[in-house]
Nanobody, 118 residues
Framework: QVQFVESGGDLVQPGGSLRLSCTGS????????MAWYRQAPGKQRELVAR???????????DYADSVKGRFSISRDTTKNTVYLQMNDQKPEDPAIYYC????????WGQGTQVTVSS
């Protein structure tokens, strides 16, 4: 299984921006549909965004309704990295953010904490 390593989480003000990064330790992410998920305290982990495999001609993406127009998922095959650009942070966005394949593997990384506070 792939070992996912997430980074970039931080404390951000409402309306602020962050970019999260995800790499596959010792594994190539290129063949996989990749996704970002998040889990807030007391809630189930939810899918935030997906991006198609690097083997497709276009990097098709889709998003949860709650983040459409604010978040953007992308991937850089040369860096074996998947990104989540998060703009216009809202009070409902704080969570631990994880990357994984879609559908997800059973093994998860440590995630990266995003906190929104003024």
């Amino acid at each position: 299984q792939v070992q996912f390593v997430e980074s970039g989480g931080d404390l951000v003000q409402p309306g602020g921006s962050l970019r999260l990064s995800c790499t596959g330790s010792g594994s190539i992410l290129r063949p996989y549909v990749m996704a970002w998920y998040r889990q807030a305290p007391g809630k189930q982990r939810e899918l935030v965004a997906r991006i198609s495999s690097s083997f497709t001609n276009n990097f098709n993406t889709d998003y949860a309704d709650s983040v459409k127009g604010r978040f953007s998922i992308s991937r850089d095959t040369t860096k074996n990295t998947v990104y989540l650009q998060m703009n216009d942070q809202k009070p409902e966005d704080p969570a631990i953010y994880y990357c994984n394949k879609w559908p997800s593997e059973t093994s998860w990384g440590q995630g990266t904490q995003v906190t929104v506070s003024s």
